[in-house]
Antibody, heavy 121, light 110 residues
Framework: EVQLVQSGPEVKKPGESLKISCEAF????????IGWVRQMPGKGLEWMGS????????RYSPSFQGHVTISVDRSTGTAFLQWSSLKASDTAIYYC??????????????WGPGTQVTVSS | QSALTQPRSVSGSPGQSVTISCTGT?????????VSWYQQHPGKVPELIIY???QRPSGVPDRFSGSKSGNTASLTISGLQADDEADYYC??????????FGGGTKVTVL
């Protein structure tokens, strides 16, 4: 079964660093883009960026460029989203998602369950 | 980069049809055929219901249909059912392997 398994909820303080994960199962990890999507409390979906595990080609939304880093570990089939210094406004659910076709980033048909990140002093 | 524009809410009675618009620009919806729609029930993970403007993934009822004209895409739900009550998001490819979501529309079944 194709699935994305995300790491568990996190509670952090402002200024702390964080790295959350998204492990892929059931398909060739290196052949599909993986995207990250933010959903702030009570708000809509926002595309943060995508990465192609095969060559680590990474694209960021202008809104998130410089604020987060997307990476992969091909040996474990895992994608990561990380922050070096969290802010309270980073409190959100973060989803990873895979598109339906290789070579495309559109049509996200496989979603992880989401990781709740709470940043509070 | 501003979100694609969707109405905040639409409503309809069971059996009726509702249409959700998603307005972009000539740089996104107006240029690319890669518009998708997602349904999200409260507390649940988003689900792809339309891709490539008009295509439905396997298992999605044909009551859901998509279209596009110029810079505006639309999702129509026909024969509205109670379980259709959810948030709906459009999403467009904007070039350079990048995406843009709409602000979301809450569908209420009266």
């Amino acid at each position: 079964e194709v699935q994305l398994v995300q790491s568990g909820p996190e509670v952090k303080k402002p200024g702390e660093s964080l790295k959350i994960s998204c492990e892929a199962f059931g398909y060739g990890f290196n052949t599909y883009w993986i995207g990250w999507v933010r959903q702030m409390p009570g708000k809509g979906l926002e595309w943060m960026g995508s990465i192609h595990p095969g060559d680590s080609d990474t694209r960021y939304s202008p809104s998130f460029q410089g604020h987060v880093t997307i990476s992969v570990d091909r040996s474990t089939g895992t994608a990561f989203l990380q922050w070096s210094s969290l802010k309270a406004s980073d409190t959100a659910i973060y989803y990873c998602a895979r598109p339906r076709l290789q070579q495309l980033i559109v049509g996200l048909d496989i979603w992880g369950p989401g990781t709740q990140v709470t940043v509070s002093s | 980069q501003s979100a694609l524009t969707q109405p905040r809410s639409v409503s309809g009675s069971p059996g009726q049809s509702v249409t959700i618009s998603c307005t972009g620009t000539s740089g996104d919806i107006g240029t690319y055929k890669y518009v998708s729609w997602y349904q999200q029930h409260p507390g649940k993970v988003p689900e792809l219901i339309i891709y490539d403007v008009t295509q439905r993934p396997s298992g999605v009822p044909d009551r859901f249909s998509g279209s596009k004209s110029g810079n505006t895409a639309s999702l129509t739900i026909s024969g509205l059912q109670a379980d259709d009550e959810a948030d709906y998001y459009c999403c467009s490819y904007v070039g350079s392997y990048s995406l843009l979501f709409g602000g979301g529309t809450k569908v209420t079944v009266l």
